[in-house]
């Protein structure tokens, strides 16, 4: 390894310098999360898709999204495979891109995913040829289940979406770490940069961060913060960390002491 | 002649299409996304499609999420 080898990360075949995946919700303005989406450096972004509200006229928000950024819309609003299911075909056939966040939730207070449906959906959505990028608790099983169908990426959350906690299930996105074959991407719950970068140095290929920024005093200066964060997190995974030790032990010769 | 659109009826021309129905109602975004009696209808048929009375049309877009 160099410093210069390139490093991206592919997603079904499609390569992207940034290891950083945003959303757009929960900003201000649109002008302030197309400002932070530039400053992040990501070129995937997650967008919702709902019905319009025909007596009150809002902006296009894929009009302040850079041309050269994949949007990614999801599925949010699902609480069963078949409502996922829905809401992927009527984005791909009113030309959103055939990528999904596939996301199916019908817990209101946590937002936690519901294994069973997301796996039956991303079985039926595989096979009408979407890339799928499903949203999951931290389960090691269903990580292969999910590969098994077919599934371009596993997207564990790390907290509950929106908490800012942090990386509470590290255990587990550890082994889910270990045994990924398709890119693993610590999806919600990161709060801080510094969550970003341990999650990258346990060896997450990407990861995927919302609130954070939006919901940051200057949400600009933390999108870059992010984006800095991964990279060195992600060199840092690279590089190879040195082993914990229970003890003490000096860096500084012990010889010759005065 | 009426279709429902997002629950809410509207009066249609004999042999209006989507595409007419859509400017009529102002939908300028770059993405619109419709579902015509359960099933989605590819952009590129938006200007073809006939609307037919008692239609229940659906129209969505992207919004900001994550």
Request: aromatic residues 4%; glycine residues 8%; proline residues 6%.
């Amino acid at each position: 390894m160099t410093h210069h080898e390139p490093d991206p990360l592919v997603i079904a075949g499609r390569e992207f310098r940034s290891r950083l995946v945003t959303g757009t919700g929960k900003y201000d303005s649109f002008e302030t999360m197309r400002d932070a989406v530039v400053a992040s450096g990501c070129e995937l972004v997650t967008v919702a898709v709902r019905r319009i509200d025909f007596e009150a006229p809002a902006e296009d928000i894929t009009a302040f999204l850079p041309e050269d950024v994949l949007l990614l819309p999801n599925t949010s609003g699902a609480e069963t495979a078949e409502e996922a299911v829905r809401a992927a075909r009527l984005a791909r056939a009113g030309g959103l891109p055939d990528w999904i966040k596939l996301e199916v939730i019908p817990d209101p207070r946590y937002l936690l995913p519901d294994p069973v449906e997301t796996l039956r959906a991303a079985e039926t959505l595989v096979e009408e040829g979407f890339t799928v990028l499903p949203y999951v608790l931290p389960d090691p099983v269903l990580q292969k289940r999910l590969e098994a169908v077919g599934c371009s990426t596993v997207m564990p959350l790390a907290a509950p979406i929106g908490s800012g906690r942090g990386l509470k299930l590290k255990d587990s996105i550890r082994i889910m770490v270990e045994q990924a074959e398709v890119p693993l991407v610590v999806d919600a719950g990161l709060g801080s940069p510094s969550h970003a970068a341990e999650s990258m140095e346990l060896g997450a290929d990407a990861v995927l961060v919302n609130t954070a920024i939006a919901r940051a005093g200057d949400p600009v200066v933390m999108a870059r913060a992010f984006r800095l964060a991964v990279e060195a997190g992600r060199e840092a995974y690279r590089a190879g960390l040195m082993e914990e030790q229970a003890e003490a032990e000096a860096s500084s010769p012990l010889a010759g002491t005065l | 002649m009426t279709v429902s659109v997002n629950g809410r009826q509207h009066e249609l021309g004999r042999g209006e299409t989507l595409a007419e129905l859509l400017e009529r109602l102002g939908v300028q975004a770059r993405y619109a996304l419709v579902e015509r009696n359960g099933e989605p209808v590819e952009k590129s048929r938006y200007a073809e499609v006939v609307l037919e009375s008692g239609d229940e049309l659906v129209v969505a877009r992207p919004v900001a999420g994550g």
